[in-house]
Each structure stands twice: as structure tokens, then as C-alpha cells.
């Protein structure tokens, strides 16, 4: 093994079972293991201890509405698409407490609580989730008014990414460039080949962590078959999406038929909003306790399909279904351009597995663009 570390940008290789070396050096750095474990038959994001808990030997099988996990001929550790969870969750919780007011001595008094957020480690991270993160940076840090909870979490996260070989059948980040190749700000990037992982380190925490990691510069033949992996991957995406005549072709179809017909189908139960990784939209709530003697503040995930969402004063604005899909659609697609001068869907294809009628957001842009 060489006795110094690997530099930011170099490839080197590793046996795949010392992973658990370079997830023992971030705990042993006071990280928490986020990553991707068997639970209720599905491949979901959750604490983790070693490379024990990963989804060895599993992967999933998706189409529109559709998702079941099959045991793999192999023993691949990352050999599975994206699952009903992503990344938000840890960086921008469902629930999450703001503050709390208590009615002491006949007054009522902020407690100061304040935690220190904690340190994730995301292991395994893919390309299009990656740039959903960097997408919800935006959201949250990008304009004039910081979210100071998402910030102390996000500051400290360590990123430890994958590139992308099994894309799954409603994938389509190969069209919108945010996959399947993982882009910039991680820490550490593996690309998983039969015996080995290619490691990419990307910054000086992540050389830190390869410390004590027996590893070998990376062969010419392992980098072409990491290459080759990938254009096959691209190939190999269920769906693709052209952007070309994005946002104009929204802009300039907003009554047209297809969003009645699409609202015939939508259950507008929200499912596309919380599985997908840069909805963001939230409602903060006061609750109190039966005696009025304590009150807390949370803010919790909200959705545009709510019916309460787009209650404004004087009525709501978005009554029917056929308001709140193409609010959807088109801010992801559309609007959020203007917004965030960037697209809001990096083609992880999760809203189309997890919708119960399988609406697919691709099949939807290509009729109104009369291509279906
Ligand atoms: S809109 Fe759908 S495909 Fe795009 S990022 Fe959200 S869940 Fe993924
Ligand atoms: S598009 Fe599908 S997942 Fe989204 S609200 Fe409608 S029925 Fe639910």
C-alpha cells in the first residue's frame, strides 16, 4: 500500500471490501452513515454501520407505477436505481422543530434548545441526486434570506457518490445531463466494477478519509471499462426527455386539452412531490399542548397538489386538478428556470414509479408537443 495519500482528482483502486475502511475512518470522524439499506421490501435511505447493511446482491426493477426489489446474479454493493427516498429528508426534514415557547411564572418564554445539526455521511449518492442537492442549495441558500437549518446541516455533510450503471426504467438524467456520470462537489466518487472500486477523491476530507485505505493507482484498462459501463448506462435509460423548446412550449400550451386529460388521471395525492428530491414547498404550523401551557413551531413538507396549499385570501387559486398539475409541471419544467436559472428535475424518474396512476411527467411534455 503507498504510504500517503491519494491527491484531489487522482483514480485509484481499491478491493471493494475495504469500503468498510473508508466508512470506519468517517465515523471514527464523528459522522453519521446515511446510506442505502434493504427496509420493507424497497432500497431506502437510513443510518447504516458498515457495508454489512448495504443492499449487496439486491436491485429494483421500476416502470410507471411500478417498483419491486430482485436478488442480482452478483454481489454488486450499488447495483440497484434510486429508490422512494432521497437525500432532502436529511437536509430539509419532513418535520423539523423551529422553536419552542413555554408559560412559565404566568408568561410565555422562548427555550433555547438550539442543537448542533448533525454530520451525515451520504453514502452513495448518484449523479442526478447530487444535482438535486446542488439545486435545493439554490432554493435555500441562493438568494438574499438563508434557511439557517438547512445550512448547518449542509455545511458539514460529506458526500461519498457512485457513478451510475444500473439506470432503472423510468430514468431519464442521461437527457438532462445530471447523470449518469456524478458531476462536481463530492468528496469521494466509486465506480463499481466486478472486483474493485475506482475511487475518485474529490476534495481533502474525502484524501483524509482513503488515509488507511490499502489502494493502487487505477489501470488503463479499469478507467475504459469504467467508460464503457457508463455509455452503456446512458443507453440503457427507460425514458428520455427533449428540453430543447423548454420553457417556451409550456409557456405557450397552458390551456391546452392535454392537462384535462391528465387531471382525469391524477389523484392529486401529492406522491410526486414527496418522493421527488427538489420539491421544496412547505407550511410551518403552530402546535400546542391541551393546556395552552406549551407551544412549538415546525415546519413541515408541504405540496402544490394539497388542496390547501393555494388557499390564499379571498379563495384559492388553484381549485381543480387540472390548476395543480400544470402548476407542477410547469414549475419544474418551466418556471423554475426563472426562478433558480436552472431546471427543477434532474431526470431521477421517481415521480413516475411512485405515482399510483403512473403519469409520466416525459409522456406529458411530448403531448403537448404533439409527439404522443
Ligand atoms: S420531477 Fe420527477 S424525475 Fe424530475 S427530479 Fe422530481 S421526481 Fe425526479
Ligand atoms: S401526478 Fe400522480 S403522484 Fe402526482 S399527484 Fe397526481 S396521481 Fe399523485
Given at each position: 500500500?503507498?504510504?500517503?495519500t491519494?491527491?484531489i482528482?487522482?483514480?485509484?483502486s481499491i478491493?471493494k471490501?475495504?469500503l ?16 442505502p ?14 457495508i ?16 419491486r ?5 452478483d454481489?454488486?454493493?450499488f ?9 432532502k ?20 418564554q ?19 441526486e ?8 439554490r ?5 438574499p434570506?438563508?434557511?439557517p437549518n ?6 458539514q455533510v ?15 438524467c442521461?437527457s438532462?445531463g445530471?447523470?449518469p ?15 474493485t472500486?475506482?475511487?475518485e477523491v ?19 484498462f ?61 407550511d ?7 393546556k ?23 379563495g ?9 398539475y ?11 428556470i ?5 431546471l427543477?428535475?434532474v431526470?431521477c424518474?421517481r ?8 403519469i ?13
Open positions: 500500500m503507498p504510504e500517503f491519494p491527491n482528482g487522482a483514480f485509484v478491493q471490501s475495504d468498510q475502511r473508508v466508512l470506519e475512518a468517517l465515523k471514527q470522524a464523528g459522522f453519521t452513515l446515511i446510506g439499506t434493504v427496509d420493507e421490501s424497497a432500497i431506502v435511505y437510513g443510518e447504516i454501520d458498515g454489512d447493511d448495504l443492499p449487496i446482491g439486491w436491485t429494483d426493477r421500476q416502470e410507471p407505477a411500478s417498483y426489489i430482485v436478488r442480482r446474479q454481489e454488486a454493493f447495483g440497484y436505481t434510486v429508490g422512494p427516498h432521497s437525500w429528508k436529511f437536509l430539509f426534514p419532513p418535520k423539523q422543530r423551529l422553536f419552542r415557547v413555554e408559560k412559565k411564572n404566568g408568561s410565555f422562548v427555550v433555547d434548545e438550539e442543537e448542533p445539526a448533525p454530520r451525515f455521511a451520504f453514502i452513495g449518492v448518484r449523479g442526478c447530487l444535482q438535486a442537492i446542488h439545486i435545493q442549495d432554493v435555500f441558500l441562493g438568494g434570506y438563508q434557511d438547512y445550512k448547518a446541516r449542509r455545511q460529506f458526500v461519498l457518490a457512485v457513478n451510475c450503471t444500473e439506470p432503472g426504467g423510468t430514468c431519464f442521461a438532462l445530471t447523470g456520470q456524478v458531476g462536481s462537489g463530492f468528496d469521494i466518487a466509486l465506480t463499481e466494477l466486478d472486483d472500486f475506482i475511487v474529490g476534495s481533502e476530507v474525502g484524501a483524509t478519509m482513503m488515509r488507511n485505505v490499502p489502494w493502487r493507482p487505477t489501470s488503463a479499469e478507467l475504459q471499462q469504467a467508460r464503457e459501463a457508463l455509455a452503456t448506462a446512458v443507453k440503457a435509460m427507460g425514458r428520455q426527455l427533449d428540453t430543447s423548446d423548454l420553457p417556451d412550449l409550456l409557456y405557450n400550451n397552458l390551456e391546452h386539452e392535454r392537462w384535462n386529460q391528465v387531471a382525469a388521471r391524477c389523484l392529486s395525492c401529492a406522491n410526486c412531490t414527496m418522493v421527488c428530491p427538489t420539491c421544496f414547498c412547505n410551518v404550523l403552530e402546535v400546542s399542548d391541551l395552552g401551557e406549551q407551544f412549538e413551531r415546525v415546519r413541515v413538507w408541504d405540496s402544490c397538489f394539497s388542496i390547501e396549499f393555494s388557499h390564499v385570501h379571498g384559492n387559486i388553484r381549485p381543480h386538478t387540472r390548476a395543480r400544470r402548476q407542477w409541471l410547469t414549475h419544474k419544467f418551466a418556471s423554475w426563472d426562478q433558480f436559472g436552472i427543477g428535475c431526470g424518474g415521480c413516475i414509479t411512485w405515482c399510483p396512476v403512473g409520466d411527467v416525459t409522456e406529458e411534455i411530448d403531448a403537448i408537443r404533439g409527439e404522443v
